[in-house]
């Protein structure tokens, strides 16, 4: 869905690592390099200006996706194509710790996405009751399957940083939604039968 919003994606949205030589770099991403400068390198902070000229236009793009958002229909198609995107997103970004190169904070999107995953299944679930219940059950228990490695990486109202993390961890989250994934994929074809 992102893309289809033209530039208010990148322009909120982009990370430093995949923008072009020369293109501007804004948004959630360019906040969190100037918060957490540690892992930039040799880095000059942005000055109390730059700081506000960013979070003016992340405002005035929120109102804006907001504004552009009230007016959407979605089918069950779109619906169940969306859940396998997010799950595809962490299998992609979120479980490789390049989302939030800067303050490794990985793990708060990886539930995110798991989340609107889930809201977007279990809109669709009552249908996929009535025409697949042994796929709605293995859609339930690899979702219970994703969370609990998710809730093992808790930290008080949060997670741990996605670098204290064992690559044996990191696989097993991998691995997890990669078996959400597959399931998941069927759902779209599950409900429109």
């Known amino acids: 869905m992102a893309e ?8 909120m949205d982009a990370r430093e690592a995949d923008l072009e030589p020369g293109q ?4 959630w991403h360019r906040l969190e390099k100037d918060l957490w400068p540690a892992r930039a390198g040799e880095y000059t902070p942005l000055t109390a200006a730059q700081r506000a000229t960013i979070a003016d236009q992340l405002v005035a793009d929120t109102q804006e996706l907001y504004n552009r958002t009230r007016e959407l ?3 069950a198609s779109d619906i169940a194509n969306g859940a396998k995107s ?8 979120k479980v490789t710790g390049e989302e939030e190169y800067f303050s490794r904070t990985d793990l708060w999107d990886f539930q995110a996405n ?4 889930r809201v977007a299944w279990e809109g669709l679930r009552p249908l996929l009751q009535t025409k697949d219940a042994a796929l709605g059950g293995r859609i339930a228990r690899e979702f219970e399957n994703v969370q609990a490695l998710l809730d093992a ?3 008080g ?3 741990v940083t996605y670098d204290t993390l064992t690559a044996e961890q990191i696989k097993a989250m991998a691995d997890a939604v990669n078996a959400l ?3 998941l994929s069927k759902l779209a074809a599950a409900v429109l039968a």
């Open 4 to 11: 289809s919003f033209g530039d208010l994606d990148p322009r």
């Open 24 to 27: 501007a770099f804004t948004g």
């Open 73 to 75: 229909t979605y089918t």
């Open 86 to 93: 997010l799950l595809d997103e962490v299998a992609t970004g």
């Open 114 to 117: 798991v989340d609107g995953a």
């Open 153 to 155: 990486q808790r930290k």
């Open 157 to 159: 109202d949060g997670f």
């Open 181 to 183: 994934s597959e399931p």
